[in-house]
């Protein structure tokens, strides 16, 4: 009996080393990522710029700095638990690698986004058990499309050139659509209709370099379009006729223009 304690204890305590070991072997990696992400810093997203990442009590700490005429981030805020799973979501789903790291060292993640104009910082936070919670149980790619949807709304209108503000964005069954408002007093429709089919090859270009970088919040979004799916529609719209133009990338053109297939939902 005593040798048979003694080899239980032995057991457990290699299951223990074994455990510690994995638990160490993430937090090495997650590391390494960090000292990374930091050689690269400041690196530039669309609409706001990473200064620094630590681990710090029990957590990977990225810290932001944006404009907030260009971004809004009301949608952090929310602390209902749909409101942050989907934001958890969405960000877990952007790097997988890394949410897994996050996951098995036992870190939880925490991003702080400082304004550089008021100097409000806006903190969001996961521990690692809503970390694994989300993992367990994750959005839909249609839930996080929706998701995309609403918090860019959640910024708009936006004025993009003189005369054109992009005033929303919708889903309608599979059509996700981008409206432009246009000042036709500024901007003849009829010109712009001539220009329809270089917009369009001007489009695809612009996407192709979007897809191409890895930091680009336009490509997670178009991902999670072909992912569901989804055909692109731009509608521009003149502001005191109300006629609409429209230009439509369907999904197969999208795939094609994302050169590797996106797997469906």
Not at 182 to 210: G, H, N, R
Request: glycine fraction near 6%.
């Amino acid at each position: 009996m005593k040798k048979i304690i003694i080899l239980l204890l032995g057991i457990c305590s290699l299951l223990f080393v074994a455990l510690s070991c994995g638990d160490n072997k993430a937090k090495i990696e997650l590391k390494k990522r960090v000292s990374n992400i930091n050689k690269r810093c400041p690196e530039k997203y669309d609409y706001f710029t990473c200064v620094g990442v630590k681990i710090h009590d029990g957590n990977m700490v990225e810290d932001y700095v944006y404009d907030d005429e260009q971004l809004n981030l009301n949608h952090l805020k929310d602390e209902s638990e749909t409101g942050k799973r989907l934001a958890g979501a969405s960000f877990l789903s952007a790097d997988e690698e890394l949410s897994g790291l996050l996951l098995r060292s036992g870190y939880g993640y925490t991003a702080n986004y400082k304004c550089l104009k008021t100097g409000v910082t806006t903190t969001f936070h996961l521990s690692n058990d809503e970390i694994k919670v989300i993992k367990e149980h994750p959005a839909s790619k249609s839930d996080l499309l929706d998701w995309q949807i609403q918090i860019t709304n959640s910024a708009l209108p936006q004025q993009i050139d003189v005369g054109t503000t992009l005033v929303s964005l919708n889903r309608q069954g599979d059509i996700v659509s981008y409206i432009y408002e246009i000042d036709d007093e500024v901007v003849e429709m009829s010109l712009l209709k001539d220009y329809l089919d270089e917009a369009k090859a001007d489009f695809i270009q612009e996407l192709e370099q979007e897809l191409a970088t890895p930091t680009s919040l336009v490509k997670r979004f178009t991902t999670l379009v072909c992912q569901t799916n989804k055909s692109l529609r731009y509608v521009y719209r003149g502001k005191t006729t109300g006629e609409e133009l429209a230009i439509e990338l369907s999904n197969a053109e999208l795939r094609n223009i994302s050169h590797d297939y996106i797997e469906e939902e």
